[in-house]
Protein backbone atom coordinates (compact mmCIF):
# COMPACT_ATOMS: atom_id res chain seq x y z
CA UNK A 1 0.00 0.00 0.00
CA UNK A 2 1.40 3.30 -1.25
CA UNK A 3 2.01 5.87 1.99
CA UNK A 4 1.14 9.92 1.30
CA UNK A 5 3.74 12.26 1.41
CA UNK A 6 3.93 13.85 4.76
CA UNK A 7 5.22 16.89 3.84
CA UNK A 8 2.53 17.47 0.90
CA UNK A 9 -0.13 16.77 3.55
CA UNK A 10 1.55 19.65 5.72
CA UNK A 11 1.30 21.93 3.23
CA UNK A 12 -2.56 20.71 2.79
CA UNK A 13 -2.88 21.72 6.31
CA UNK A 14 -2.05 25.20 5.35
CA UNK A 15 -3.85 25.17 2.27
CA UNK A 16 -7.39 24.43 3.34
CA UNK A 17 -7.17 26.47 6.37
CA UNK A 18 -6.91 23.74 8.96
CA UNK A 19 -7.49 24.95 12.79
CA UNK A 20 -4.75 22.89 14.50
CA UNK A 21 -1.29 23.59 13.70
CA UNK A 22 0.70 20.90 12.30
CA UNK A 23 4.70 20.91 13.12
CA UNK A 24 6.79 18.42 15.07
CA UNK A 25 6.88 16.21 18.28
CA UNK A 26 7.82 12.97 19.79
CA UNK A 27 4.91 10.48 19.24
CA UNK A 28 2.59 9.77 22.43
CA UNK A 29 2.10 6.22 22.86
CA UNK A 30 0.22 5.46 26.49
CA UNK A 31 -3.04 7.46 26.69
CA UNK A 32 -2.37 8.12 30.56
CA UNK A 33 0.84 10.02 30.20
CA UNK A 34 0.62 13.84 30.72
CA UNK A 35 0.66 14.97 27.06
CA UNK A 36 2.23 18.45 26.20
CA UNK A 37 -0.65 20.38 24.71
CA UNK A 38 1.73 22.80 22.61
CA UNK A 39 0.68 22.29 19.23
CA UNK A 40 3.11 23.88 17.84
CA UNK A 41 5.57 20.70 18.49
CA UNK A 42 3.23 17.83 17.67
CA UNK A 43 3.31 16.03 14.45
CA UNK A 44 0.53 13.26 13.10
CA UNK A 45 3.10 10.37 11.68
CA UNK A 46 0.95 7.80 10.37
CA UNK A 47 -0.06 9.14 7.03
CA UNK A 48 -3.21 7.69 7.36
CA UNK A 49 -4.39 9.41 10.14
CA UNK A 50 -2.81 12.77 8.38
CA UNK A 51 -5.42 11.78 5.29
CA UNK A 52 -8.13 11.20 7.77
CA UNK A 53 -7.45 14.58 9.80
CA UNK A 54 -6.72 16.65 6.33
CA UNK A 55 -10.41 15.57 5.44
CA UNK A 56 -11.92 16.69 9.27
CA UNK A 57 -10.29 20.02 9.36
CA UNK A 58 -11.70 20.61 5.45
CA UNK A 59 -15.21 19.62 7.41
CA UNK A 60 -14.95 21.69 10.04
CA UNK A 61 -14.17 24.33 8.00
CA UNK A 62 -17.11 23.82 6.06
CA UNK A 63 -19.24 23.45 9.01
CA UNK A 64 -18.72 26.95 9.47
CA UNK A 65 -21.05 27.62 6.15
CA UNK A 66 -23.89 25.28 6.46
CA UNK A 67 -27.11 26.62 5.18
CA UNK A 68 -30.38 25.38 7.66
CA UNK A 69 -28.62 22.44 8.84
CA UNK A 70 -27.34 22.99 12.32
CA UNK A 71 -28.07 21.31 14.65
CA UNK A 72 -29.62 18.02 13.90
CA UNK A 73 -29.02 17.04 10.10
CA UNK A 74 -24.87 18.06 11.51
CA UNK A 75 -24.82 15.33 13.83
CA UNK A 76 -26.92 12.95 11.30
CA UNK A 77 -23.94 13.88 8.57
CA UNK A 78 -21.49 12.61 10.82
CA UNK A 79 -22.64 9.54 12.21
CA UNK A 80 -22.90 8.61 8.32
CA UNK A 81 -19.67 10.58 6.87
CA UNK A 82 -17.35 8.64 9.91
CA UNK A 83 -19.17 5.01 9.09
CA UNK A 84 -18.27 5.40 5.40
CA UNK A 85 -14.63 6.01 6.22
CA UNK A 86 -14.53 3.30 8.90
CA UNK A 87 -15.91 0.82 6.33
CA UNK A 88 -13.68 1.73 3.62
CA UNK A 89 -10.54 0.88 5.87
CA UNK A 90 -11.83 -1.86 7.80
CA UNK A 91 -10.51 -4.61 5.72
CA UNK A 92 -6.87 -2.88 6.97
CA UNK A 93 -8.09 -2.90 10.37
CA UNK A 94 -6.31 -5.55 12.41
CA UNK A 95 -8.58 -6.93 14.76
CA UNK A 96 -11.60 -4.66 13.64
CA UNK A 97 -14.76 -5.61 11.87
CA UNK A 98 -17.47 -4.34 9.57
CA UNK A 99 -20.61 -2.68 10.87
CA UNK A 100 -22.28 -4.76 8.63
CA UNK A 101 -21.90 -7.65 11.00
CA UNK A 102 -24.02 -5.46 13.84
CA UNK A 103 -26.12 -2.70 11.89
CA UNK A 104 -29.04 -4.85 9.94
CA UNK A 105 -29.60 -3.34 6.19
CA UNK A 106 -26.53 -2.36 5.47
CA UNK A 107 -25.24 -4.00 2.47
CA UNK A 108 -21.51 -3.47 1.33
CA UNK A 109 -19.90 -6.15 -0.90
CA UNK A 110 -16.75 -7.16 -0.82
CA UNK A 111 -16.33 -8.58 -4.26
CA UNK A 112 -15.61 -4.61 -5.14
CA UNK A 113 -12.68 -4.98 -3.05
CA UNK A 114 -9.80 -6.28 -5.04
CA UNK A 115 -6.31 -7.40 -3.90
CA UNK A 116 -4.62 -4.21 -5.34
CA UNK A 117 -6.51 -1.40 -3.77
CA UNK A 118 -4.68 1.23 -2.08
CA UNK A 119 -6.20 2.34 0.84
CA UNK A 120 -5.97 5.87 1.10
CA UNK A 121 -7.03 6.44 -2.51
CA UNK A 122 -9.70 4.58 -1.77
CA UNK A 123 -10.40 7.09 1.55
CA UNK A 124 -9.88 9.84 -0.35
CA UNK A 125 -12.51 8.79 -2.91
CA UNK A 126 -15.13 8.01 -0.39
CA UNK A 127 -14.75 10.75 2.01
CA UNK A 128 -14.89 13.13 -1.06
CA UNK A 129 -18.19 11.32 -1.93
CA UNK A 130 -19.44 11.48 1.69
CA UNK A 131 -19.07 15.00 2.97
CA UNK A 132 -20.20 16.30 0.04
CA UNK A 133 -23.75 14.41 -0.01
CA UNK A 134 -24.14 14.70 3.73
CA UNK A 135 -23.00 18.46 3.39
CA UNK A 136 -25.92 19.14 1.09
CA UNK A 137 -26.74 22.66 1.82
CA UNK A 138 -23.39 25.16 1.87
CA UNK A 139 -23.27 28.79 1.45
CA UNK A 140 -22.23 29.25 -2.35
CA UNK A 141 -18.29 28.60 -3.35
CA UNK A 142 -17.98 26.36 -0.73
CA UNK A 143 -18.85 22.74 -2.09
CA UNK A 144 -16.29 23.50 -5.00
CA UNK A 145 -13.41 22.82 -2.07
CA UNK A 146 -14.45 19.40 -1.24
CA UNK A 147 -13.66 18.96 -5.02
CA UNK A 148 -10.46 20.95 -5.21
CA UNK A 149 -9.14 19.10 -1.67
CA UNK A 150 -10.11 15.31 -3.25
CA UNK A 151 -7.96 16.42 -6.71
CA UNK A 152 -5.05 18.02 -4.49
CA UNK A 153 -4.72 14.47 -2.71
CA UNK A 154 -5.71 12.24 -5.74
CA UNK A 155 -2.50 14.11 -7.50
CA UNK A 156 -0.25 12.62 -5.04
CA UNK A 157 -1.67 9.25 -4.04
CA UNK A 158 -1.56 8.11 -7.59
CA UNK A 159 1.78 8.99 -7.60
CA UNK A 160 3.34 5.40 -8.80
CA UNK A 161 0.09 3.41 -9.15
CA UNK A 162 -1.14 1.26 -12.54
CA UNK A 163 -4.24 2.53 -13.92
CA UNK A 164 -5.77 -0.92 -12.77
CA UNK A 165 -4.84 0.31 -8.72
CA UNK A 166 -6.22 3.35 -9.08
CA UNK A 167 -9.62 2.31 -11.00
CA UNK A 168 -9.93 -0.28 -8.58
CA UNK A 169 -8.71 1.98 -5.56
CA UNK A 170 -11.23 4.42 -6.43
CA UNK A 171 -14.08 1.58 -7.38
CA UNK A 172 -14.03 0.64 -3.68
CA UNK A 173 -14.21 4.17 -1.98
CA UNK A 174 -17.22 4.37 -4.47
CA UNK A 175 -18.99 0.97 -3.42
CA UNK A 176 -18.68 1.65 0.18
CA UNK A 177 -20.13 5.76 -0.03
CA UNK A 178 -23.04 4.81 -2.76
CA UNK A 179 -24.08 1.37 0.22
CA UNK A 180 -23.65 3.88 3.13
CA UNK A 181 -25.61 6.67 1.42
CA UNK A 182 -28.18 4.20 0.18
CA UNK A 183 -28.61 3.14 3.92
CA UNK A 184 -28.96 6.37 5.24
CA UNK A 185 -31.77 6.95 2.74
CA UNK A 186 -33.63 3.84 3.73
CA UNK A 187 -34.39 6.67 6.92
CA UNK A 188 -37.24 8.05 5.30
CA UNK A 189 -38.19 9.79 8.67
CA UNK A 190 -34.73 11.42 8.70
CA UNK A 191 -34.77 12.21 4.79
CA UNK A 192 -38.33 13.82 5.05
CA UNK A 193 -36.93 16.25 7.57
CA UNK A 194 -34.21 17.11 6.32
CA UNK A 195 -36.20 18.57 3.59
CA UNK A 196 -39.38 20.14 5.66
CA UNK A 197 -37.57 20.89 9.01
CA UNK A 198 -40.37 23.34 10.42
CA UNK A 199 -43.42 20.71 9.37
CA UNK A 200 -46.72 22.94 9.53
CA UNK A 201 -48.60 20.28 11.26
CA UNK A 202 -46.45 20.62 14.35
CA UNK A 203 -48.82 22.38 16.57
CA UNK A 204 -46.85 23.51 20.26
CA UNK A 205 -48.98 22.88 22.80
CA UNK A 206 -49.94 26.19 25.24
CA UNK A 207 -49.68 26.62 28.66
CA UNK A 208 -48.45 28.50 31.54
CA UNK A 209 -44.56 27.84 31.33
CA UNK A 210 -44.67 26.31 27.75
CA UNK A 211 -42.32 26.96 24.63
CA UNK A 212 -43.87 28.66 21.86
CA UNK A 213 -41.98 30.38 18.96
CA UNK A 214 -41.75 33.72 18.43
CA UNK A 215 -43.11 35.76 15.95
CA UNK A 216 -42.19 34.90 12.16
CA UNK A 217 -40.56 31.63 13.75
CA UNK A 218 -41.55 28.01 13.43
CA UNK A 219 -40.49 25.18 15.70
CA UNK A 220 -37.26 23.41 14.47
CA UNK A 221 -37.17 19.69 13.96
CA UNK A 222 -40.32 18.76 16.29
CA UNK A 223 -40.11 15.41 14.72
CA UNK A 224 -36.55 14.20 15.49
CA UNK A 225 -36.98 11.69 17.10
CA UNK A 226 -37.99 9.41 14.86
CA UNK A 227 -34.73 9.69 13.29
CA UNK A 228 -32.38 6.27 12.89
CA UNK A 229 -30.15 6.00 16.17
CA UNK A 230 -27.28 3.59 16.44
CA UNK A 231 -26.58 2.45 20.05
CA UNK A 232 -29.76 3.77 21.90
CA UNK A 233 -33.27 5.34 20.94
CA UNK A 234 -34.97 8.00 23.16
CA UNK A 235 -37.34 5.26 24.00
CA UNK A 236 -34.38 3.16 25.57
CA UNK A 237 -33.29 6.49 27.55
CA UNK A 238 -34.27 7.06 31.15
CA UNK A 239 -34.84 10.90 30.62
CA UNK A 240 -36.31 11.73 33.81
CA UNK A 241 -39.74 11.59 34.78
CA UNK A 242 -41.80 15.17 34.36
CA UNK A 243 -42.48 15.29 38.20
CA UNK A 244 -39.07 15.58 39.12
CA UNK A 245 -38.55 18.93 36.64
CA UNK A 246 -38.86 22.02 38.57
CA UNK A 247 -42.47 23.28 37.15
CA UNK A 248 -43.28 26.70 36.46
CA UNK A 249 -43.48 29.20 39.12
CA UNK A 250 -43.53 32.92 39.17
CA UNK A 251 -42.71 33.38 43.03
CA UNK A 252 -39.39 34.65 44.00
CA UNK A 253 -38.79 31.89 46.37
CA UNK A 254 -38.95 29.28 44.21
CA UNK A 255 -36.23 26.87 42.65
CA UNK A 256 -37.80 27.91 39.15
CA UNK A 257 -38.08 31.87 39.37
CA UNK A 258 -34.32 31.59 41.10
CA UNK A 259 -33.07 29.30 38.12
CA UNK A 260 -34.41 31.96 35.90
CA UNK A 261 -32.84 34.78 38.08
CA UNK A 262 -29.67 33.19 37.76
CA UNK A 263 -29.69 33.39 34.02
CA UNK A 264 -30.70 37.39 34.09
CA UNK A 265 -28.09 38.10 36.65
CA UNK A 266 -24.95 36.22 34.85
CA UNK A 267 -26.32 37.26 30.72
CA UNK A 268 -26.65 41.03 32.02
CA UNK A 269 -23.82 41.29 34.12
CA UNK A 270 -21.50 39.51 31.34
CA UNK A 271 -22.58 41.87 28.74
CA UNK A 272 -22.25 44.85 30.79
CA UNK A 273 -18.96 43.90 32.18
CA UNK A 274 -17.52 41.90 29.78
CA UNK A 275 -16.22 39.40 32.07
CA UNK A 276 -15.13 35.81 31.65
CA UNK A 277 -18.10 34.38 31.64
CA UNK A 278 -19.04 36.33 28.36
CA UNK A 279 -15.82 35.08 27.11
CA UNK A 280 -16.95 31.43 27.39
CA UNK A 281 -20.86 32.16 26.48
CA UNK A 282 -19.27 33.46 23.26
CA UNK A 283 -16.40 30.62 22.93
CA UNK A 284 -19.15 27.86 23.32
CA UNK A 285 -21.56 29.28 21.65
CA UNK A 286 -21.51 27.52 17.80
CA UNK A 287 -24.88 28.59 16.89
CA UNK A 288 -24.60 31.18 14.05
CA UNK A 289 -23.94 29.72 10.62
CA UNK A 290 -21.42 32.03 8.64
CA UNK A 291 -20.00 32.79 11.67
CA UNK A 292 -19.07 29.63 13.97
CA UNK A 293 -19.01 25.82 13.40
CA UNK A 294 -22.00 24.00 14.93
CA UNK A 295 -22.35 22.85 18.28
CA UNK A 296 -21.74 18.79 17.43
CA UNK A 297 -19.34 20.05 15.00
CA UNK A 298 -16.82 21.64 17.77
CA UNK A 299 -16.73 18.19 18.97
CA UNK A 300 -15.24 17.11 15.67
CA UNK A 301 -12.75 19.63 15.41
CA UNK A 302 -11.87 18.80 19.88
CA UNK A 303 -11.50 15.19 18.31
CA UNK A 304 -8.90 16.52 15.67
CA UNK A 305 -7.10 18.31 18.14
CA UNK A 306 -6.77 15.06 20.12
CA UNK A 307 -5.96 12.76 17.30
CA UNK A 308 -2.77 15.06 16.80
CA UNK A 309 -2.26 15.41 20.28
CA UNK A 310 -1.68 11.67 20.83
CA UNK A 311 -0.39 10.92 17.45
CA UNK A 312 -2.99 8.30 16.65
CA UNK A 313 -2.91 5.76 14.17
CA UNK A 314 -5.56 5.40 11.57
CA UNK A 315 -7.06 2.41 13.03
CA UNK A 316 -7.45 4.10 16.24
CA UNK A 317 -8.69 7.65 14.03
CA UNK A 318 -11.19 5.76 12.46
CA UNK A 319 -12.62 4.04 15.50
CA UNK A 320 -12.67 7.16 17.73
CA UNK A 321 -14.99 9.37 15.14
CA UNK A 322 -17.00 6.76 14.16
CA UNK A 323 -18.18 6.19 17.76
CA UNK A 324 -18.28 9.97 18.00
CA UNK A 325 -20.37 10.28 14.90
CA UNK A 326 -22.74 7.59 15.91
CA UNK A 327 -22.88 9.50 19.99
CA UNK A 328 -23.78 12.79 18.33
CA UNK A 329 -26.19 11.47 16.33
CA UNK A 330 -28.04 9.70 19.59
CA UNK A 331 -27.80 12.39 21.24
CA UNK A 332 -29.80 14.63 19.03
CA UNK A 333 -32.43 12.90 18.51
CA UNK A 334 -32.96 11.67 22.40
CA UNK A 335 -32.48 15.11 23.05
CA UNK A 336 -34.88 16.68 20.74
CA UNK A 337 -38.01 13.72 21.80
CA UNK A 338 -37.12 15.03 25.51
CA UNK A 339 -37.23 18.98 24.16
CA UNK A 340 -40.97 18.20 22.69
CA UNK A 341 -42.03 16.05 25.15
CA UNK A 342 -41.61 18.64 27.73
CA UNK A 343 -41.91 21.79 25.42
CA UNK A 344 -40.49 24.13 28.59
CA UNK A 345 -39.87 27.57 27.70
CA UNK A 346 -36.56 29.10 27.24
CA UNK A 347 -35.54 32.03 30.13
CA UNK A 348 -36.05 35.31 27.70
CA UNK A 349 -39.83 34.32 28.02
CA UNK A 350 -39.83 33.87 31.53
CA UNK A 351 -37.79 36.94 32.88
CA UNK A 352 -39.48 39.23 30.05
CA UNK A 353 -42.60 38.21 31.31
CA UNK A 354 -41.53 38.05 35.70
CA UNK A 355 -38.52 40.13 35.99
CA UNK A 356 -37.03 42.67 33.40
CA UNK A 357 -39.29 43.15 30.16
CA UNK A 358 -36.30 44.79 28.16
CA UNK A 359 -34.43 41.58 28.99
CA UNK A 360 -31.95 40.36 25.50
CA UNK A 361 -29.90 37.16 25.21
CA UNK A 362 -26.06 37.60 24.68
CA UNK A 363 -26.88 35.60 21.35
CA UNK A 364 -29.02 37.76 19.77
CA UNK A 365 -26.35 39.59 18.92
CA UNK A 366 -25.53 37.00 16.38
CA UNK A 367 -28.82 35.73 15.35
CA UNK A 368 -31.88 37.56 14.22
CA UNK A 369 -34.36 36.55 17.68
CA UNK A 370 -33.06 35.73 20.95
CA UNK A 371 -33.01 32.00 21.33
CA UNK A 372 -32.86 28.92 18.86
CA UNK A 373 -36.54 27.62 17.38
CA UNK A 374 -36.95 24.68 19.75
CA UNK A 375 -38.11 24.33 23.46
CA UNK A 376 -35.12 24.75 25.94
CA UNK A 377 -35.41 21.37 28.11
CA UNK A 378 -32.55 19.76 28.18
CA UNK A 379 -29.97 21.92 26.45
CA UNK A 380 -28.92 20.30 23.39
CA UNK A 381 -25.62 21.77 23.60
CA UNK A 382 -24.94 20.38 27.09
CA UNK A 383 -26.00 17.01 25.84
CA UNK A 384 -23.61 17.10 22.69
CA UNK A 385 -20.51 18.13 25.66
CA UNK A 386 -21.74 14.87 27.89
CA UNK A 387 -21.91 12.50 25.00
CA UNK A 388 -18.45 13.68 23.58
CA UNK A 389 -16.91 13.60 27.06
CA UNK A 390 -18.12 10.39 27.76
CA UNK A 391 -17.01 8.94 24.22
CA UNK A 392 -13.52 10.42 25.10
CA UNK A 393 -12.64 9.72 28.25
CA UNK A 394 -13.85 5.76 27.49
CA UNK A 395 -11.59 5.72 24.63
CA UNK A 396 -8.30 7.24 26.11
CA UNK A 397 -8.86 5.50 29.50
CA UNK A 398 -9.10 8.65 31.31
CA UNK A 399 -10.58 11.80 32.36
CA UNK A 400 -7.65 13.65 33.43
CA UNK A 401 -5.97 15.46 30.56
CA UNK A 402 -3.91 18.38 30.00
CA UNK A 403 -6.14 19.99 26.90
CA UNK A 404 -6.27 23.22 25.44
CA UNK A 405 -9.40 24.02 22.46
CA UNK A 406 -7.96 25.95 19.57
CA UNK A 407 -10.97 25.79 17.39
CA UNK A 408 -11.05 29.39 16.66
CA UNK A 409 -7.67 30.47 17.11
CA UNK A 410 -7.49 30.78 13.25
CA UNK A 411 -10.47 32.30 12.30
CA UNK A 412 -10.16 35.90 10.92
CA UNK A 413 -13.34 36.92 12.22
CA UNK A 414 -12.85 38.88 15.59
CA UNK A 415 -16.39 39.83 16.72
CA UNK A 416 -17.33 36.89 18.91
CA UNK A 417 -14.27 35.20 21.79
CA UNK A 418 -13.25 32.74 20.47
CA UNK A 419 -9.84 32.58 22.52
CA UNK A 420 -8.27 29.34 23.28
CA UNK A 421 -9.41 27.72 26.56
CA UNK A 422 -7.03 25.34 28.46
CA UNK A 423 -8.63 22.60 30.82
CA UNK A 424 -7.51 19.75 33.13
CA UNK A 425 -10.03 16.78 31.92
CA UNK A 426 -12.89 15.67 29.65
CA UNK A 427 -15.52 16.18 32.09
CA UNK A 428 -14.61 19.88 32.98
CA UNK A 429 -14.49 20.77 29.56
CA UNK A 430 -17.84 19.16 29.28
CA UNK A 431 -19.45 20.71 32.11
CA UNK A 432 -18.31 24.25 31.30
CA UNK A 433 -19.70 23.64 27.58
CA UNK A 434 -22.97 23.09 29.16
CA UNK A 435 -22.92 25.74 31.67
CA UNK A 436 -22.00 28.40 28.90
CA UNK A 437 -25.37 28.97 28.01
CA UNK A 438 -26.35 30.25 31.45
CA UNK A 439 -24.70 33.46 30.76
CA UNK A 440 -25.23 33.37 27.02
CA UNK A 441 -28.87 33.71 28.30
CA UNK A 442 -30.48 30.88 26.33
CA UNK A 443 -30.92 28.37 29.20
CA UNK A 444 -31.24 27.59 32.71
CA UNK A 445 -29.06 25.10 34.89
CA UNK A 446 -31.36 22.32 34.60
CA UNK A 447 -31.46 22.38 31.32
CA UNK A 448 -27.68 22.11 31.23
CA UNK A 449 -27.81 19.04 34.39
CA UNK A 450 -30.23 17.09 32.25
CA UNK A 451 -28.12 17.51 28.85
CA UNK A 452 -24.62 16.45 30.55
CA UNK A 453 -26.79 13.60 32.28
CA UNK A 454 -28.31 12.13 29.29
CA UNK A 455 -25.19 12.46 26.94
CA UNK A 456 -22.97 10.28 29.32
CA UNK A 457 -26.05 8.07 29.47
CA UNK A 458 -25.78 7.72 25.86
CA UNK A 459 -22.03 7.40 25.31
CA UNK A 460 -21.96 4.28 27.65
CA UNK A 461 -24.38 2.65 24.89
CA UNK A 462 -21.93 3.58 22.07
CA UNK A 463 -19.03 2.89 24.42
CA UNK A 464 -20.16 -0.47 24.88
CA UNK A 465 -20.33 -1.36 20.82
CA UNK A 466 -18.09 -4.19 19.77
CA UNK A 467 -15.97 -2.97 17.23
CA UNK A 468 -13.69 -5.91 17.30
CA UNK A 469 -13.28 -8.83 15.33
CA UNK A 470 -15.74 -11.83 17.01
CA UNK A 471 -13.08 -14.86 17.03
Known sequence: MKTTNLKFILILCMIITVFQSCSTDEATENFDEDVSDDFSEIEVTNNTTSLIVGWNDLWVSLDQYTVNMRPNIVTRALAYIHLT???????????????????????????????????????????????????????????????????????????????????????????????????AESDRDAEEQIIDQTPSDYIAPEGLGLWEAAENEAAWFPYWREVRTFALSPQQSSSVNFNSVLQH???????????MNTVYVSTTNAAATNNEDLWIAEFWADDVEGL?????????????????QYDLDFDQTLELLLRLGFALNDAAVSAWDDKYTYNIERPSHYIKEYIDEDFTTNLSRFISGSNPAFPSYPSGHATFAGVAAGVFIDFFGTDTISFTDRTYSDFGNTTFNGTARSFTSFSEMAYENAYSRVPLGVHIEQDAIEGLRLGYEISDAVNSINLRNRN
Open 85 to 183: AYETAVPYMDDYSSNTNRINNLNINNNFLEDNVDMNLALNTAYALAIDHFMHSLEGGQRQRITAFETLMENELTEGLTNVEIANSQRWGTHVAQRVIAY
Open 249 to 259: SSNPSSNYYQQ
Open 292 to 308: MISPPGRHISIANQLIE
